[in-house]
């Protein structure tokens, strides 16, 4: 069985940094473009980053970068999300998601795994 889970949500005040992770399980994800993707209440699923099967390549959302860094260790069959100066717009449920082409895909409709996400909330 597939899976992706993720871990590493919570509460975060201004300015906080948070590190979430995604292992996957049932098969080898090394070829695979992995992607996080975020959802907030009563908004659509929304691109955040991507990486690569290498690591080599990485692509982020305009408004995060410099804020959030995307990572994986294939060896471990493990995708990270670094996110660091939160801001309140960063709650959403956050989810991991795979795309075996290995293609560099923006939409959420290319990716084939997802996980069940992980909730990121800013506390005031």
Known sequence: QVQLVESGGGL????????????????????????WFRQAPGKEREFVALIG?????????DSLKGRFTISRDN?????????????PEDTA?????ANPSGGIYYAPKYYVYWGQGTQVTFSS
Do not use: H, I
């Open 93 to 97: 449920v956050y989810s991991c998601a």
């Open 53 to 61: 099967w290498s690591g080599a390549s990485t692509a982020y959302a």
């Open 75 to 87: 060896a471990k069959n493990a995708l990270y999300l670094q996110m660091n100066s939160l801001k």
């Open 12 to 35: 975060v005040q201004a300015g906080g940094s948070l590190r979430l992770s995604c292992e996957a399980s049932g098969r080898t994800f090394s070829s695979d473009t992995m992607a």
